[in-house]
T-cell receptor, first 114, second 109 residues
Framework: NAGVTQTPKFRVLKTGQSMTLLCAQD?????MYWYRQDPGMGLRLIHY???????AKGEVPDGYNVSRLKKQNFLLGLESAAPSQTSVYFC?????????????FGPGTRLTVT | QKEVEQDPGPLSVPEGAIVSLNCTYS??????FMWYRQYSRKGPELLMY????GNKEDGRFTAQVDKSSKYISLFIRDSQPSDSATYLC?????????FGKGNQVVVIP
């Protein structure tokens, strides 16, 4: 099992450019999440999904969109990147329901917006 | 008031020392209490969880929860250089995890 994988691992964008981060999991998990991690801020939830075709906003959703067309994939889009979106982005997945406290994280994507 | 407060200061200890980490939380409705460990340039991984007040041990690690004070702790006995990592407390409630800011722990051989 590969677990949770993220593509790409690194990316540098110019202000105003767009990009999509891909997350894939092979554990048949129902729930998937996107977080960002910044120094001194901890992990903050951007968006999450409780099943195929569903998405919901987290703590810091502005400037991001997501889609979950297939159960195993969760996409995070930046339509017009800003320097404030420079961060490390983590995807995670979990079984769902009360088992969702145990989340499995990917290795992260380091994004720099200049 | 943030849901989970964790003083993010780094911590350096000599090998063999006891490491003590703690967090406070604000919402008494939260049900599960976790500690995640994150090695440098990796994603977090679940280290321990508990859902009741009291202590839970797993090898050299002890998680402690005091629901009356809304206080959670992690103790690492006989710390090893391989324990060097960032430790994040997390609480589960309202269908999501709320994380503390994390403590970077360095165990010096």
């Amino acid at each position: 099992n590969a677990g949770v994988t993220q593509t790409p691992k690194f990316r540098v964008l110019k202000t105003g450019q767009s990009m999509t981060l891909l997350c894939a999991q092979d554990m048949n998990h129902e729930y998937m999440y996107w977080y960002r991690q910044d120094p001194g801020m901890g992990l903050r939830l951007i968006h999450y999904s409780v099943g195929e075709g569903t998405t919901a906003k987290g703590e810091v959703p502005d400037g991001y969109n997501v889609s979950r067309l297939k159960k195993q994939n969760f996409l995070l889009g930046l339509e017009s990147a800003a320097p404030s979106q420079t961060s490390v982005y983590f995807c995670a997945s979990s079984y769902g329901g009360t088992g969702s406290y145990e989340q499995y994280f990917g290795p992260g994507t380091r994004l720099t917006v200049t | 008031q943030k849901e989970v407060e964790q003083d993010p200061g780094p911590l350096s200890v000599p090998e063999g020392a006891i490491v003590s980490l703690n967090c406070t939380y604000s919402n008494s409705a939260f049900q599960y209490f976790m500690w995640y460990r994150q090695y440098s340039r990796k994603g977090p991984e679940l280290l321990m969880y508990t859902y009741s007040s009291g202590n839970k041990e797993d090898g050299r690690f002890t998680a402690q929860v005091d629901k009356s004070s809304k206080y959670i702790s992690l103790f690492i006995r006989d710390s090893q250089p391989s324990d060097s990592a960032t430790y994040l407390c997390a609480i589960w409630g309202n269908n999501r995890l709320a994380f503390g800011k994390g403590n970077q722990v360095v165990v010096i051989p």
